[in-house]
């Protein structure tokens, strides 16, 4: 079991090194981008701006876009074809296809990243994965959903198909309102959720694979205290929790509005950029990292450690 944990690890150091290899390469076929997973339900897939049509009995979205979550030259949306395209509102429409879809937190999200940090980032690739009203036995290893998500990103990655190349920054995760309907789902959620993550990062090979993870606003049935107390219970490192809890619901008191999403994106941008040491700048930028001491990435500063850390057992057994 060590020895197998200890190669992960090498085999994870390794692919880090060459996609930061093929990131500075000057003939890349593509602009190697910052790529952020977007996963979970309704509210990361976004209902901001739904109304209902009265023509058709149905919802559409209003069509509003707000400034903040304005379409980017640098923000790029991984389709439903696995291509990269600008991005722009609706993210989840070729993607969570069954309901209407409006204005979610990734948008805001990303230009409040590029805002605050413009020199360090870009492209940025949104992977969008969401799907409304599942529950999170819906995610679990092995599921439609959760294979799905990991073929989008390592698609996104560059890892197989034809999706383009980057550097996977963090998961984005916000689910939760369809298991407070069951006690039993709501009891048994902390359990499957911090699963669900060690997965995540296992099958994408990046076992410090950053998540900011969303704490319920509102949730279908009546236990969503014991979901959100889950949510924060839940302790793996690399892992921060937003907050939605305040942020002014739809009439169906279930979904954010369009401003609670854009508060939203803000929100979880400012927890994102927590990861990141202050003294990031242009000269030590991950996608065009030189490899000398003074440009090293600091993603490539924790590959280096975790790589001595994990030979020590090695050295000693050898």
Request: charged content about 20%.
């Amino acid at each position: 079991m060590g020895l197998r944990f200890f190669f992960f690890v090498v085999v994870f150091v390794f692919r880090d090194l060459e996609a930061h290899a093929n990131s500075a390469d000057p003939n890349s076929q593509l602009t190697q981008k910052d790529i952020f997973i977007l996963a979970g339900q309704s509210n990361m897939a976004g209902r901001g701006g739904l109304i209902n049509d009265v023509a058709t009995g149905t919802q559409i979205w209003d069509g509003v876009v707000p400034s903040a979550c304005r379409p980017n030259p640098s923000v790029l949306r991984l389709d439903a074809k696995l291509n990269w395209v600008e991005a722009h509102e609706p993210l989840h429409a070729d993607i969570d296809v069954a309901s209407a879809d409006g204005v979610g937190p990734a948008m805001a999200f990303a230009n409040a990243v590029l805002a605050q940090k413009p020199s360090s980032f870009g492209p940025i690739g949104l992977v969008p994965c969401a799907i409304g009203g599942t529950n999170i036995s819906q995610w679990e290893r092995r599921s439609l959903l959760y294979r799905r998500m990991v073929r989008r990103a390592r698609a996104a990655a560059g890892q197989q198909g034809g999706g383009g190349g980057g550097t996977l920054r963090a998961l984005l995760w916000y689910q939760g309102e369809s298991d407070t309907i069951v006690k039993q789902d709501a009891e048994s959620y902390g359990r499957r959720l911090e699963k669900l993550f060690q997965d995540i990062r296992l099958d994408l090979m990046s076992p410090m694979l950053p998540i900011i993870q969303v704490a319920l606003a509102s949730g279908e049935g009546r236990f969503v205290d014991i979901v959100r107390e889950a949510q924060f219970g839940t302790d793996l490192l690399n892992l921060r929790t937003v907050d939605a809890m305040g942020l002014t619901l739809r009439p169906d008191k279930l979904h954010l509005t369009t401003e609670s999403q854009v508060r939203l994106g803000e929100m979880v941008a400012d927890a994102f950029l927590k990861f990141i040491p202050n003294h990031l700048s242009a000269t030590s930028n991950p996608i065009n990292a030189n490899f000398d001491q003074s440009t090293t990435s600091p993603t490539l500063l924790i590959s280096n450690f975790i790589f001595s850390y994990a030979m020590i057992p090695l050295l000693t057994i050898l």
